[in-house]
């Protein structure tokens, strides 16, 4: 058994003092506020549970700061994003989502949802493991001390307008098994435990169902709306938004998480309501590619459970992403406080949208825990009740995942991960 004790923290039944943790094999044994640290392990700070990052594609994080100089949309970004994929094997995949995962345990990220597109060789010929690029994905979350719920993601369709879905082109092609029922059998035999519908623009409707069925009672997570073009799209092919699409072919439901929601109508929010599904945030990510803000409050209003990603990683830092929804709120309704800080760390700690436990620091869970220090530059006379609206990442020390220590003193257990992120990134951007 280990003691950790901590003179804040935030536990299910709000703020404590002296709180003293118990941890053995991986769970948490007690929490006893009020108790003398005793030979317990001093933690600074604050602290809270491990945070869950909703919505990840790590190779992502090779395009920060490379895509900023010529303006344009998501859907010129789109083509930068295509060059790095195209570059990526299971060796240069499994470095880079190593320092890209440990980059998220440095922000606190104990879980980590993988919308995982990236299947095949180029020109989408398999590898001789159908699974390689997984099992990469698979090795680097265990080296950098997160848990993966690996999502295997449906891409069967190269885009969608009135005519109906094109095929794959380019780079797209690694993305694709060709047919559900093939993309079926590999994704439900391989170490992915849980799947994803890529989009309505790249599976065709009569794949919906197939997705849907493969779930299982798994996570299933789709994007949604994400763009204007999108519902546009998806109305002149189907006459029904994207939403309406997914909830008449059965994919929406209690184990389904759409992906930033951004562009809905208010029958798209009451269906989501009405189906139990929950919604991951991409702040960071909608502001970055100009996507727009989601409607955060009237969804939590509609009774759907929201969730935060850091999505493409043009930023790591969870408690960003939770004050980013606050703050988007606040520009869209000009009104402060559309989010309790109590209810912005329930979406920063959503486990359930990625299977996991969203029980906290409670006795039985899983012993995930973020110390954030309360005596930095951003931090010095914050409330830790309202940490969140004044830490960064930078601003975390100490991060147990199911009671292993990731992150201690600010560094993260691997080592110098700029160095590793410098290693992964730099060949993939060679002679471009």
Known sequence: MTGWWSAHALLPSGPARDVLFEVADGRFTAVRPGSPAGAAQRLPGVALPGFAN???HAFHRALRGRTHDGGGTFWTWRE?????????????????????????ALAGVSAV?????????????????????????VDAAAAAGVRLTLLDTCYLAGGLDAGGHRPLAGVQRRFGDGDPQVWAERATSGPANGVAVHSVRAVPRAALAVVAEAAAGRPLHVHLSEQPAENAACLAAHGRTPTALLDAEGVLGPNTTAVHAT?????????????????????????????????????????????????????????EEARAMEMHARLASGERGRFAP??????????????????????GAPADLVAVRTDTARTAGT??????????????????????????????????????????????????
């Open 113 to 137: 949802a993988e919308f995982h597109y990236l299947h095949h060789g180029p020109g989408g010929r398999p590898y001789d493991d159908p699974h390689a690029m997984s099992h990469a994905l």
């Open 263 to 319: 562009h809905l109508t208010g029958e798209d929010i009451t269906t989501l309501g009405r189906t139990g599904t929950a919604v991951c945030l991409c702040p960071t990510t909608e502001r970055d590619l100009a996507d727009g803000i989601g409607p955060a409050v009237e969804l939590a209003g509609a009774g759907v459970a929201l969730a935060l990603g850091s999505d493409q990683h043009a930023v790591v830092d969870l408690i």
């Open 383 to 432: 409330d830790p009740a309202q940490i969140l609206l004044a830490a960064s990442a930078s601003d975390v020390d100490t991060v147990l995942a199911r009671g292993e220590v990731v992150v201690r003193d600010g560094r993260h257990r691997l080592g110098d991960i700029g160095a590793l992120l410098r290693a992964a990134i730099t060949p993939l951007w060679e002679d471009r």
């Open 80 to 104: 930068r994003m295509y060059a790095v994929a195209g570059r990526l094997d299971p060796d240069s995949y499994r470095a880079l989502a190593t320092a890209a995962y440990a980059e998220m």
């Open 54 to 56: 909703g919505h990840s």
């Open 342 to 363: 109590a209810e912005l760390l329930t979406a920063l700690t959503r486990h359930s949208a990625i299977g996991g436990s969203d029980a906290g620091l409670a006795v």
